[in-house]
């Protein structure tokens, strides 16, 4: 049966309630995107879960002053950031009344003054409730859900599996050398890597894959650059064409391959 696609799966992961009712059967079904949607709720719930911030201490100036002399800042940025400002008492924040547990003043039943709507709040006030806000929390938990399902999916995915690889070594009147590898795509594909670390051709290079002896060989392209990418036709035995050649081809129309080689190696796996 075909699997949620990621996008659906992390909706029905970051909303309980999501309105997706063959989603959610599907879940039932699916041992496989059910442990990916359990793996999604882990991560969920705890970003939901907020940070206990009751053991948190203010830190001193001390602290800011070493930063600042270690990240060698401007003169104009020496102030602690956390320090009194124009609105505070201290470094707790600013005080608006009497502090708790103090003795009532003259005045008592009367009531307390009350903070001007344009005081800015303490900094470290402002910074130590952004996590009660909603808003936060949602694209955090969003952008959580999102990265742990990449990884998931990366996890899962099926990886290109290497089947055999070469040494390519330089043939006579030539320095060029490099490797070779063969790579089995997902889907069964073949592909030949090939890399040298010189271009040596006089023409052009074409890379081959050859007989032990020599006698049949198969064009696989031209390689432009110290590097190419060639896709092996399917159904050949790379038992039976295990040389990699790149030779050097004149421009001349001529099919065949040059007999000069610039590099061989013979794969194994």
Aim: glycine letters at 10%.
């Amino acid at each position: 049966m075909p699997h949620l696609d990621p996008e659906q799966l992390s909706l029905l992961a970051l909303y309980e309630g999501w309105d997706d009712p063959e989603g959610r059967e599907h879940l039932r079904a699916c041992p496989e995107c059910a442990a990916d949607y359990a793996a999604l709720r882990r991560t969920v719930e705890a970003v939901r879960t907020a940070p206990d911030t009751s053991r948190l201490s203010m830190p001193g100036p001390e602290v800011w002053a070493g930063i600042h002399r270690e990240l060698g800042l401007d003169e104009s940025l020496r102030e602690d950031p956390l320090a009194v400002d124009a609105v505070g008492k201290g470094r707790g924040g600013p005080s608006f009344g009497p502090a708790a547990g103090s003795a009532p003043g003259p005045g008592a039943d009367a009531p307390g003054p009350v903070p001007p709507s344009n005081v800015v709040p303490f900094r470290g006030q402002a910074k130590a409730a952004w996590w009660r806000r909603p808003g936060p929390w949602l694209a955090a938990t969003a952008a959580a859900v999102l990265v742990a399902f990449g990884g998931i999916w990366a996890l899962n995915r099926p990886q290109p599996q290497q089947l055999a690889a070469a040494q390519l070594e330089p043939l006579p009147q030539h320095s060029a050398a490099g490797s070779a590898k063969v790579v089995a795509a997902p889907d069964g594909s073949r592909n030949l890597q090939v890399t040298l670390d010189k271009d040596e051709a006089r023409g052009y290079q074409e890379v081959w894959l050859i007989a032990p002896d020599l006698s049949r060989l198969v064009s696989l392209g031209v390689m432009n650059s110290t590097s190419g990418t060639f896709q092996v036709p399917a159904g050949l035995d790379l038992s039976q064409y295990p040389v990699v050649d790149v030779s050097d081809e004149p421009v001349d129309g001529n099919p065949a391959h040059s007999s000069v080689s610039i590099a061989r190696g013979t794969l194994t796996s």
